[in-house]
């Protein structure tokens, strides 16, 4: 008995130093690991928006980056998928306020057309030919008379795809471009209503705060576990008639948080038709206390805010 | 339909063995009878099924609350090793007609890189409950056809006159290079790609 | 001492003889500066877990003695992984889940087990050292091979290096591209292993 003792305390021993010098290589990694990616998505998002003055603010996560010189709206930057031959083609392309393209790129990484072959496209000269193209010009040169792009031999579907995906890309995002400035309220906006349930938008108040019918809905942010949770809440004088949680994949601040178990309609229901002041009481969901209380005060603050507008 | 074509995904397109190189050590050293080839495929189908399932529950409901994904390949392994151990002594004792087919298998098994590397895959792919275990088991599935048709090919070889230096392993991987090089073929395959 | 770090590289090699720890070999030898990256990470974890194991060989219980093999070995994996992520990100992105995999490499757990586990610190350094690098330099030539007649290339290192032309522009264009694909790796080291034995006989 004695000895089984001492045999598992030995393997538990080896195991507690194991995860100390884990947790201590991981603290020391993880910043170098961020600062890194964040810094390789700013190198691509300037290869494709060349000017240095400016700089850029992620509207939706990998999808739709706003271009600004100080506080002037200068463009943006879209990715756009469009399936290839064997993989999806995604361009990254800056376009600039007046909807002409300044330049694109096709990342090799998550690419997988044919070597050789539709992998071309990612080669600097095809790129190229999209600088300074308009919308009607955007097609392979055998597919429409206007079109201006020379596909890679041999390789249509691959060239084909990317070439649609720029330009259905500029497209998706022609409603963005034309309102630059504002058009952040409105791109929210179509999203907003859809998850609030508001039949329509009578008055964009400001950034974030939208006036219907029969309710205001506002989007806010409180930090959680992680990272940022986003909370779009509908209210209704001093009662919150619903909530939505964000959804990684629909990003709307730099890091997509890991807000999945929060983010379903399970807990969002508990927050159906509740007076603002029993908030508070709800309960978190087990085994993530920190994000609920993080959801509770994202809508505690955004209705402080709606509470100063409205005065 | 799309759990028909993650299971072509993985059978066949991105077969383990012959597209992603996992389960090499197993897929040379255990090949060289069919009868042998079936016993080890499907221990492997049982192990990692199970060991897919269990990581999955795992990174799910702990590591990832708790932002402990560093410790995920520790874990994994652990579990996986466990796991393997566990099972051996079970089937001695409850299954003693499963044990004597497939038990010999077991412990090869927990080095067997293919059981962690489809648990990593499973993670990275971000798959729900559901498709985590169809991603397994056509991986699993993938790795007994490959092994089966290895076998097959190596039970002719024996009679073949191959060059003194070529016998054994050498002749065993040009094998692999040419079955490889028809999986290629499937690349493609149903618009599902490599 | 020197014997047993020779025997390490040759008598005992990891991919020729052994015929272990091939899937990363297959894997990873698509370039050589993969290839080199891989070897260097194998031969830290191999050497540090050879050292620690031979240090607490009298402490480690032999009914429990895999779990603990399996807790250092994996814990040095790890931090080679995170290293990698954090000082080499595009070779960490190119090695991908084969870091993490080093720790199934039978050769590692094989050498903890069959001779860590049996003799004194400094003869198990040595034969870490050894069968790592022996393990690195096969798959330094796998690389090499393949990324030469694959690509055209020698050396390439993404993002700094472009690699030196071996054989000429026209080559580069349309070269042997099979040989950085699957298939291309189970040739190479089906060649390797029989020029060792071929030779290696002698």
Same mark, same amino acid.
């Given at each position: 008995?004695?000895?089984?003792?001492?045999?598992?305390?030995?393997? =538990?021993?080896?195991?507690?130093?194991?995860?100390?010098?884990?947790?201590?290589?991981?603290?020391?990694?993880?910043?170098?690991?961020?600062?890194?990616?964040?810094?390789?998505?700013?190198?691509?998002?300037?290869?494709? =928006?060349?000017?240095?003055?400016?700089?850029?603010?992620?509207?939706?996560?990998?999808?739709?980056?706003?271009?600004?010189?100080?506080?002037?709206?200068?463009?943006?930057?879209?990715?756009?998928?469009?399936?290839?031959?064997?993989?999806?083609?995604?361009?990254?392309?800056?376009?600039?306020?007046?909807?002409?393209?300044?330049?694109?790129?096709?990342?090799?990484?998550?690419?997988?057309?044919?070597?050789?072959?539709?992998?071309?496209?990612?080669?600097?000269?095809?790129?190229?030919?999209?600088?300074?193209?308009?919308?009607?010009?955007?097609?392979?040169?055998?597919?429409?008379?206007?079109?201006?792009?020379?596909?890679?031999?041999?390789?249509?579907?691959?060239?084909?795809?990317?070439?649609?995906?720029?330009?259905?890309?500029?497209?998706?995002?022609?409603?963005?471009?034309?309102?630059?400035?504002?058009?952040?309220?409105?791109?929210?906006?179509?999203?907003?209503?859809?998850?609030?349930?508001?039949?329509?938008?009578?008055?964009?108040?400001?950034?974030?705060?939208?006036?219907?019918?029969?309710?205001?809905?506002?989007?806010?942010?409180?930090?959680?576990?992680?990272?940022?949770?986003?909370?779009?809440?509908?209210?209704?004088?001093?009662?919150?008639?619903?909530?939505?949680?964000?959804?990684?994949?629909?990003?709307?601040?730099?890091?997509?948080?890991?807000?999945?178990?929060?983010?379903?309609?399970? =807990?969002?229901?508990?927050?159906?038709?509740?007076?603002?002041?029993?908030?508070?009481?709800?309960?978190?969901?087990?085994?993530?206390?920190?994000?609920?209380?993080?959801?509770?005060?994202?809508?505690?603050?955004?209705?402080?805010?709606?509470?100063?507008?409205?005065? | 339909?799309?759990?028909?074509?993650?299971?072509?995904?993985?059978?066949?397109?991105?077969?383990?063995?012959?597209?992603?190189?996992?389960?090499?050590?197993?897929?040379?050293?255990?090949?060289?009878?069919?009868?042998?080839?079936?016993?080890?495929?499907?221990?492997?189908?049982?192990?990692?099924?199970?060991?897919?399932?269990?990581?999955?529950?795992?990174?799910?409901?702990?590591?990832?609350?708790?932002?402990?994904?560093?410790?995920?390949?520790?874990?994994?392994?652990?579990?996986?090793?466990?796991?393997?151990?566990?099972?051996?002594?079970?089937?001695?004792?409850?299954?003693?007609?499963?044990?004597?087919?497939?038990?010999?298998?077991?412990?090869?098994?927990?080095?067997?890189?293919?059981?962690?590397?489809?648990?990593?895959?499973?993670?990275?792919?971000?798959?729900?409950?559901?498709?985590?275990?169809?991603?397994?088991?056509?991986?699993?599935?993938?790795?007994?056809?490959?092994?089966?048709?290895?076998?097959?090919?190596?039970?002719?070889?024996?009679?073949?006159?191959?060059?003194?230096?070529?016998?054994?392993?050498?002749?065993?991987?040009?094998?692999?290079?040419?079955?490889?090089?028809?999986?290629?073929?499937?690349?493609?395959?149903?618009?599902?790609?490599? | 001492?020197?014997?047993?770090?020779?025997?390490?590289?040759?008598?005992?090699?990891?991919?020729?003889?052994?015929?272990?720890?091939?899937?990363?070999?297959?894997?990873?030898?698509?370039?050589?500066?993969?290839?080199?990256?891989?070897?260097?990470?194998?031969?830290?974890?191999?050497?540090?877990?050879?050292?620690?194991?031979?240090?607490?060989?009298?402490?480690?219980?032999?009914?429990?003695?895999?779990?603990?093999?399996?807790?250092?070995?994996?814990?040095?994996?790890?931090?080679?992984?995170?290293?990698?992520?954090?000082?080499?990100?595009?070779?960490?992105?190119?090695?991908?889940?084969?870091?993490?995999?080093?720790?199934?490499?039978?050769?590692?757990?094989?050498?903890?087990?069959?001779?860590?586990?049996?003799?004194?610190?400094?003869?198990?350094?040595?034969?870490?050292?050894?069968?790592?690098?022996?393990?690195?330099?096969?798959?330094?030539?796998?690389?090499?091979?393949?990324?030469?007649?694959?690509?055209?290339?020698?050396?390439?290192?993404?993002?700094?290096?472009?690699?030196?032309?071996?054989?000429?522009?026209?080559?580069?264009?349309?070269?042997?591209?099979?040989?950085?694909?699957?298939?291309?790796?189970?040739?190479?080291?089906?060649?390797?292993?029989?020029?060792?034995?071929?030779?290696?006989?002698?």
């Amino acid at each position: 008995m004695k000895s089984k003792a001492r045999q598992v305390s030995v393997l =538990f021993i080896v195991a507690i130093i194991s995860a100390f010098l884990l947790s201590f290589v991981y603290k020391e990694t993880k910043p170098v690991i961020l600062e890194y990616s964040s810094k390789e998505l700013n190198s691509s998002l300037r290869k494709v =928006f060349p000017d240095s003055e400016v700089h850029f603010k992620t509207v939706k996560y990998d999808t739709l980056w706003r271009v600004s010189e100080g506080n002037r709206y200068v463009g943006i930057v879209f990715r756009y998928g469009k399936r290839g031959y064997s993989s999806i083609i995604r361009p990254i392309v800056g376009v600039d306020s007046t909807g002409k393209i300044i330049k694109i790129l096709i990342p090799k990484e998550g690419l997988s057309e044919t070597p050789g072959l539709g992998m071309k496209v990612t080669e600097a000269w095809f790129g190229q030919q999209f600088s300074g193209l308009t919308e009607d010009e955007i097609w392979l040169r055998c597919d429409n008379e206007n079109g201006k792009i020379d596909g890679v031999t041999a390789a249509t579907i691959s060239s084909r795809a990317a070439t649609a995906a720029v330009r259905e890309g500029l497209k998706e995002f022609e409603d963005y471009l034309s309102t630059g400035g504002h058009g952040e309220s409105k791109w929210y906006s179509d999203d907003v209503i859809r998850l609030s349930g508001m039949e329509e938008v009578e008055e964009v108040v400001k950034d974030k705060l939208w006036k219907g019918k029969d309710r205001f809905v506002y989007l806010s942010y409180k930090k959680g576990f992680i990272s940022k949770v986003g909370v779009v809440v509908s209210i209704h004088k001093d009662t919150v008639l619903g909530i939505h949680i964000q959804r990684p994949e629909e990003g709307i601040e730099e890091t997509p948080g890991y807000v999945t178990r929060v983010s379903s309609p399970e =807990f969002e229901n508990r927050f159906g038709n509740v007076y603002i002041g029993d908030i508070d009481k709800l309960d978190a969901l087990s085994g993530a206390t920190v994000t609920s209380e993080a959801v509770k005060e994202a809508i505690k603050l955004g209705y402080e805010e709606l509470i100063k507008e409205r005065k | 339909m799309n759990l028909f074509l993650l299971f072509l995904s993985a059978f066949l397109v991105n077969n383990i063995v012959l597209m992603r190189f996992l389960g090499l050590c197993p897929f040379f050293g255990v090949s060289a009878k069919i009868e042998t080839a079936i016993g080890m495929g499907m221990s492997v189908i049982f192990v990692m099924t199970l060991s897919t399932i269990i990581t999955w529950f795992l990174y799910q409901y702990i590591l990832l609350p708790l932002d402990l994904l560093y410790l995920r390949t520790v874990v994994f392994i652990l579990v996986i090793a466990s796991l393997v151990q566990f099972l051996e002594l079970f089937f001695k004792k409850q299954i003693p007609g499963l044990y004597s087919a497939l038990g010999i298998f077991l412990p090869l098994i927990t080095t067997n890189c293919a059981i962690l590397g489809v648990a990593f895959l499973n993670i990275d792919s971000h798959f729900g409950l559901l498709s985590s275990v169809v991603f397994a088991v056509s991986s699993a599935l993938g790795f007994l056809i490959a092994l089966v048709l290895m076998a097959g090919i190596r039970e002719r070889l024996e009679n073949a006159p191959i060059p003194k230096a070529l016998k054994g392993l050498p002749i065993s991987f040009i094998t692999a290079a040419l079955m490889a090089l028809a999986f290629l073929g499937f690349s493609g395959f149903m618009g599902l790609s490599l | 001492m020197k014997r047993v770090f020779i025997d390490g590289i040759i008598k005992n090699n990891m991919v020729l003889v052994l015929a272990i720890g091939l899937c990363p070999t297959l894997a990873v030898s698509t370039s050589a500066y993969n290839a080199l990256g891989m070897g260097l990470a194998v031969i830290f974890v191999l050497t540090f877990s050879n050292l620690l194991i031979s240090l607490l060989r009298n402490l480690i219980p032999r009914n429990l003695r895999i779990p603990i093999f399996i807790v250092i070995i994996s814990t040095f994996v790890t931090m080679v992984d995170y290293m990698l992520k954090a000082y080499v990100p595009p070779l960490s992105r190119q090695l991908g889940i084969f870091v993490p995999l080093i720790v199934v490499n039978c050769g590692i757990l094989g050498r903890a087990e069959g001779y860590a586990y049996k003799h004194p610190p400094h003869y198990a350094i040595m034969d870490g050292l050894g069968i790592g690098l022996g393990f690195a330099i096969i798959l330094f030539i796998m690389g090499t091979i393949r990324e030469i007649l694959g690509q055209g290339i020698w050396l390439s290192i993404p993002g700094v290096f472009p690699g030196f032309k071996v054989f000429g522009e026209a080559f580069t264009n349309s070269s042997v591209l099979l040989m950085i694909l699957p298939p291309g790796g189970f040739l190479a080291i089906a060649l390797l292993m029989g020029l060792y034995n071929h030779f290696g006989k002698k």
